[in-house]
């Protein structure tokens, strides 16, 4: 029986192993279940005070439209912050930003330092809306189609290439 | 028939050599993994929930908060506040600095909470080579921020 | 161009591994010793088709050309040529490629010199071999295929890491993985007897040549990666216990329980399928090794979540090589039953102890390092296993072993007789007791486990020379002394360097960890301090650039007394390319110890942090290790045991080894003598 012993072990180590990389530790891999399904219904304020509350009406526009949760405490949004700037500016997206548990002084003051990308805001500060959403964590980036469903979801910031190689793609094929 | 016997003997001493060992072997990783050579890995909002007390080691992980950092006069101890983006806590330690310690990057430090709730860290300890991020510096339930690490995986042909 | 030639390279050596991993066992089937022979063609197809494949990248990262992305990547026109050619095995493809090249490598060595080998055995083992070359080729060119193209290309590279342009880690991943690798060699014997469903002492005789080599890499590799660790991450430590470090301690401790008790199925035809478990799991674990620290399960699958396909391609080739001869093994293990016999007191016994705690040690650092994994796996929160555990696991588990190493060698083989051994060791016991008491003592008390530390190192000395003397009778016939010295063939020159080696390097150990002093100050230029008796007095910084790095140097002038002894220059460098800091320790090694300066940061007005240390016999940790190494290499020296020619002198005028468990030549019989 002692023989065995040795590739029990190994089959273990293995299963744990293999469970380990399976896991949800790892948020790339999941997709998120509201792709193809229209955005959850919400209502919050805007960060700006003299604008009407942002509504799941401000994405069915007719046009793509990208809503992004950001926050002044998340360090990886002010890296992404240019590719933000660059999709508002050269690509000409509408952008909506939605402020994460974030005090709104701060994350408007977040804007005025970096700049404003988002033709619209709103303000998650409890938190309610990104559990709709299925947020994992900030930043996070919604493609939205003409019609209000959501197309695609970038999780984690937008760096690197993944603003050319991924988002731009989607973006186009919507187009 | 007495070479058989010999032969189980020998068998018989060496087994019983190695289970001893062995047994001896678990029981002492048994009673160190339960004392004082574990340390739990705790990020700033474990703190409050796991209610530690006041000269617990621990290690405490998570981002160094961009504005945070400062020097005292003696020049030897720095200030900054490690954050999971939920809570922050203060740290102070003295020595030098690893190459890697930076605001917004991930670090992991090792100390023990004084009586006013700051953080003094005995060590603060330092990446070993690129590939090689401690862990505990990433958030690691729902509703948390994401980490610059993550960025830096995503943005590896852009240098970094 | 010169990319695709390496890309088509490796191709072909995929094709010439199928043929080496299958061909043999069908000629060992069909008895047709043709088919048998095409083993030792395929393996040298594979290392040329590898060779070129390597030689390709590193040409590409020599002209720097940013066309590859992997040379885009990790270098760069400006960095110096010997970080330019380690920048090839410095990244995880260009690694890979380099297991690849070592794999083949040794694959042609073992046909080479194992031309005496039986033909279907050898066959066999090269076909393992083949198998073990198929697998890594086909995680590169499926997961991480070190030619792939960028297009358009850079005009410049990213640069290495600066932390690893450094000479001591330019080497320090080559040395490790030739250890690895090594390792690989002793796994393909045992594959190939399990296969062949027999073991006998001329098999042992075989592997442990390779055994030794594969321990000389890793010892090697290890102690370069420690010594690296000490002098270039500035504060002073070698070792932290960290599962990088962990995953290589780990086949260092199974090659080394591997290559003594290769000794005993040798000579004494027993232990045979614990020798075989022990080939087996030590390339196991430098498997476990390059897994956790490629696949991101230990330092958290974040840092690598760009490409999972990586980490779930070792693994299952991980499972299948481990899973695949480990129930071959528990299949054909019954059959390996032993003829030999050897007493209770016996040089045997002493190499099973010797085995016993080697592997259980090894056993309790593979718990150490993935516990955390498991507590994770199983949602209780996250923890770490710190240093104090591994410390104590050594501190109980080695002691033993070092007690049971001063004796060994004293023992006669097959049956000792400990009252004799225990006559020659009383003088070592002796001097290891005076030792321990007067450390107590000069300190008054404290210290304790230093003294049993030094203890037990003087113990080792001791014992290891008066098993030279005893051999060579020096005390009973001190005439005859030298002739004596004469007859001590190498092997046995190289047990006592190795085993003097261990104690070298836990008396370093021992007193550096208990008497370092240190000393953490402002510096302003013209301020003294003092550390250690030796007094450190601050000149200044000044600027320095270097050809990729521009630093700030501090000067140091060191007295002891009023005499000058050196000065110091440590710097904290700021690299361009990857923008990164580093710190550069200055050291001064003297006989009693190490002088170690680190500059940090500004402090204003002038001053400067520093570090000052002086870490008495730290050098003896290196410098034990160099002894096992050179101890490894004599021994592989000795005719006797040299690669690939098993047969001795002995064995020509007794052809049937096989049958008779075969004892050495008179001198190992040494204790005897």
């Known amino acids: 029986m002692k023989r065995f012993l040795p590739l029990g072990i190994v089959v273990f180590l293995v299963a744990v192993f293999l469970g380990m990389m399976l896991s949800d530790r790892n948020p790339n891999e999941i997709d998120s279940v509201l792709i193809g399904r229209p955005a959850p219904a919400f209502s919050i304020d805007s960060l700006s005070a003299d604008t009407p509350p942002l509504t799941e009406a401000d994405l069915k526009t007719g046009e793509p439209v990208l809503v992004n949760f950001f926050a002044s405490w998340c360090v990886p949004c002010r890296a992404e912050h240019d590719s933000l700037m660059e999709l508002a500016g050269r690509y000409r997206v509408p952008l909506i930003g939605i402020a994460y548990k974030n005090d709104p002084a701060k994350a408007v003051g977040f804007l005025n330092e970096l700049g404003n990308p988002f033709s619209k805001t709103g303000l998650d500060l409890d938190g309610r809306v990104g559990i709709d959403w299925g947020v994992s964590g900030v930043p996070e980036t919604f493609l939205i189609d003409g019609s209000g469903v959501i197309r695609y979801r970038h999780w984690g910031p937008i760096v690197g290439d993944s603003l050319e190689a991924r988002l731009l793609p989607e973006l186009e094929a919507l187009r | 028939m007495a070479g058989l016997q010999t032969r189980k003997k020998q068998r018989l001493v060496v087994v019983s050599l190695a289970v001893t060992t062995l047994v001896g072997a678990s029981l002492l990783v048994l009673l160190a993994l339960g004392g004082d050579s574990l340390s739990l890995f705790l990020q700033p909002s474990d703190i409050k929930d796991r209610q530690v007390e006041t000269g617990q080691h621990f290690r405490l992980g998570g981002l160094v908060e961009t504005g945070s950092f400062s020097r005292l006069d003696d020049g030897l101890t720095y200030r900054f506040a490690v954050t999971d983006c939920l809570a922050t806590q203060p740290v102070e330690f003295t020595g030098l600095l690893p190459d890697l310690f930076r605001e917004g990057q991930g670090v992991v430090t090792e100390g023990e909470l004084n009586s006013s709730g700051v953080f003094i860290a005995s060590t603060v300890l330092a990446k070993h080579d690129e590939n090689y991020r401690p862990p505990g510096t990433m958030p690691k339930a729902e509703g948390q921020c994401s980490h610059p690490n993550d960025q830096a995986a995503a943005a590896s042909y852009t240098g970094g | 161009m010169a990319g695709e030639i390496g890309h088509f390279a490796l191709i072909l050596a995929l094709f010439f591994a199928l043929t080496g991993a299958v061909m043999p066992h069908v000629g060992a089937y069909r008895k047709d010793t043709r088919l048998m022979a095409l083993g030792d063609r395929a393996v040298y197809a594979q290392f040329l088709m590898a060779a070129t494949a390597f030689g390709t990248l590193t040409y590409a990262f020599v002209t720097s050309d940013f066309s590859v992305i992997n040379v885009a990547t990790n270098s760069h026109t400006l960095k110096p040529m010997l970080y330019k050619i380690s920048g090839v095995w410095g990244n995880h493809e260009g690694s890979l490629l380099f297991w690849v090249l070592n794999l083949t490598l040794f694959g042609a060595l073992v046909s080479w010199r194992g031309s005496k080998l039986p033909l279907q055995f050898r066959g066999r083992v090269l076909a393992v071999q083949s198998l073990l070359v198929l697998g890594f080729l086909m995680f590169i060119l499926f997961t991480s295929n070190p030619f792939e193209r960028l297009d358009p290309a850079p005009i410049e590279g990213n640069g290495l890491n600066p932390l690893l342009q450094d000479p001591g880690l330019a080497f320090h991943p080559p040395m490790l993985y030739l250890g690895y690798?090594?390792?690989?060699?002793?796994?393909?014997?045992?594959?190939?007897?399990?296969?062949?469903?027999?073991?006998?002492?001329?098999?042992?005789?075989?592997?442990?040549?390779?055994?030794?080599?594969?321990?000389?890499?890793?010892?090697?590799?290890?102690?370069?990666?420690?010594?690296?660790?000490?002098?270039?991450?500035?504060?002073?430590?070698?070792?932290?216990?960290?599962?990088?470090?962990?995953?290589?301690?780990?086949?260092?401790?199974?090659?080394?329980?591997?290559?003594?008790?290769?000794?005993?199925?040798?000579?004494?035809?027993?232990?045979?399928?614990?020798?075989?478990?022990?080939?087996?799991?030590?390339?196991?674990?430098?498997?476990?090794?390059?897994?956790?620290?490629?696949?991101?399960?230990?330092?958290?699958?974040?840092?690598?979540?760009?490409?999972?396909?990586?980490?779930?391609?070792?693994?299952?080739?991980?499972?299948?090589?481990?899973?695949?001869?480990?129930?071959?093994?528990?299949?054909?293990?019954?059959?390996?039953?032993?003829?030999?016999?050897?007493?209770?007191?016996?040089?045997?016994?002493?190499?099973?102890?010797?085995?016993?705690?080697?592997?259980?040690?090894?056993?309790?650092?593979?718990?150490?390092?993935?516990?955390?994994?498991?507590?994770?796996?199983?949602?209780?929160?996250?923890?770490?296993?710190?240093?104090?555990?591994?410390?104590?696991?050594?501190?109980?588990?080695?002691?033993?072993?070092?007690?049971?190493?001063?004796?060994?060698?004293?023992?006669?083989?097959?049956?000792?007789?400990?009252?004799?051994?225990?006559?020659?060791?009383?003088?070592?016991?002796?001097?290891?007791?005076?030792?321990?008491?007067?450390?107590?003592?000069?300190?008054?008390?404290?210290?304790?486990?230093?003294?049993?530390?030094?203890?037990?190192?003087?113990?080792?000395?001791?014992?290891?020379?008066?098993?030279?003397?005893?051999?060579?009778?020096?005390?009973?016939?001190?005439?005859?002394?030298?002739?004596?010295?004469?007859?001590?063939?190498?092997?046995?020159?190289?047990?006592?360097?190795?085993?003097?080696?261990?104690?070298?390097?836990?008396?370093?150990?021992?007193?550096?960890?208990?008497?370092?002093?240190?000393?953490?100050?402002?510096?302003?230029?013209?301020?003294?301090?003092?550390?250690?008796?030796?007094?450190?007095?601050?000149?200044?910084?000044?600027?320095?650039?270097?050809?990729?790095?521009?630093?700030?140097?501090?000067?140091?002038?060191?007295?002891?007394?009023?005499?000058?002894?050196?000065?110091?220059?440590?710097?904290?460098?700021?690299?361009?390319?990857?923008?990164?800091?580093?710190?550069?320790?200055?050291?001064?090694?003297?006989?009693?110890?190490?002088?170690?300066?680190?500059?940090?940061?500004?402090?204003?007005?002038?001053?400067?942090?520093?570090?000052?240390?002086?870490?008495?016999?730290?050098?003896?940790?290196?410098?034990?290790?160099?002894?096992?190494?050179?101890?490894?290499?004599?021994?592989?020296?000795?005719?006797?045991?040299?690669?690939?020619?098993?047969?001795?002198?002995?064995?020509?005028?007794?052809?049937?080894?096989?049958?008779?468990?075969?004892?050495?030549?008179?001198?190992?019989?040494?204790?005897?003598?």
């Open chain 3, 181 to 673: 690798v090594g390792l690989s060699v002793a796994f393909s014997f045992a594959v190939a007897a399990l296969i062949e469903g027999e073991v006998t002492p001329l098999w042992a005789r075989w592997v442990r040549p390779w055994a030794l080599l594969a321990w000389v890499f890793l010892t090697g590799g290890i102690a370069l990666g420690s010594w690296w660790a000490y002098y270039e991450l500035g504060w002073g430590g070698w070792w932290f216990w960290d599962p990088v470090e962990n995953a290589s301690f780990m086949p260092w401790l199974a090659a080394a329980a591997l290559l003594h008790s290769a000794i005993v199925v040798e000579k004494r035809d027993a232990l045979k399928s614990w020798t075989i478990l022990l080939a087996i799991v030590a390339f196991s674990l430098s498997l476990l090794g390059t897994f956790l620290v490629r696949s991101g399960v230990i330092t958290s699958v974040h840092a690598f979540a760009t490409d999972p396909a990586r980490g779930i391609f070792i693994l299952a080739f991980l499972a299948l090589v481990v899973g695949g001869s480990l129930t071959l093994y528990a299949w054909r293990a019954p059959k390996m039953a032993p003829s030999g016999l050897f007493g209770f007191v016996s040089r045997e016994s002493a190499l099973v102890v010797n085995n016993i705690f080697l592997s259980t040690f090894a056993a309790v650092v593979l718990v150490g390092t993935l516990y955390p994994l498991f507590v994770e796996a199983f949602g209780a929160g996250q923890i770490t296993v710190g240093p104090p555990f591994f410390e104590y696991a050594a501190a109980v588990l080695m002691s033993p072993l070092i007690v049971a190493l001063g004796l060994g060698p004293l023992l006669a083989w097959k049956r000792g007789n400990i009252g004799r051994a225990a006559q020659i060791v009383i003088p070592a016991l002796v001097v290891a007791a005076v030792a321990g008491v007067v450390l107590v003592w000069q300190t008054s008390g404290g210290f304790v486990m230093t003294a049993f530390g030094l203890g037990l190192a003087a113990w080792l000395i001791a014992s290891v020379l008066l098993e030279i003397a005893s051999r060579i009778r020096l005390f009973a016939a001190p005439g005859k002394a030298m002739t004596g010295l004469k007859k001590i063939t190498r092997a046995q020159w190289g047990m006592s360097m190795a085993h003097a080696g261990l104690a070298v390097i836990l008396l370093g150990i021992t007193i550096s960890e208990a008497f370092t002093s240190e000393k953490l100050v402002v510096m302003a230029p013209g301020d003294t301090a003092d550390v250690a008796g030796y007094s450190f007095t601050f000149e200044g910084v000044a600027p320095v650039a270097g050809p990729n790095f521009t630093a700030v140097r501090g000067f140091f002038t060191v007295r002891e007394g009023d005499a000058i002894l050196t000065s110091l220059t440590p710097e904290d460098r700021v690299y361009a390319n990857p923008p990164m800091n580093t710190t550069e320790a200055a050291i001064y090694p003297l006989f009693s110890g190490d002088l170690y300066a680190v500059v940090g940061e500004a402090a204003g007005a002038g001053r400067w942090s520093v570090r000052l240390y002086f870490k008495p016999m730290i050098s003896a940790i290196w410098l034990g290790a160099l002894m096992m190494m050179i101890g490894g290499i004599l021994s592989l020296s000795d005719t006797r045991l040299r690669i690939g020619l098993p047969t001795g002198k002995k064995q020509a005028q007794k052809p049937s080894a096989k049958a008779a468990p075969k004892t050495g030549p008179k001198t190992v019989q040494g204790a005897r003598a």
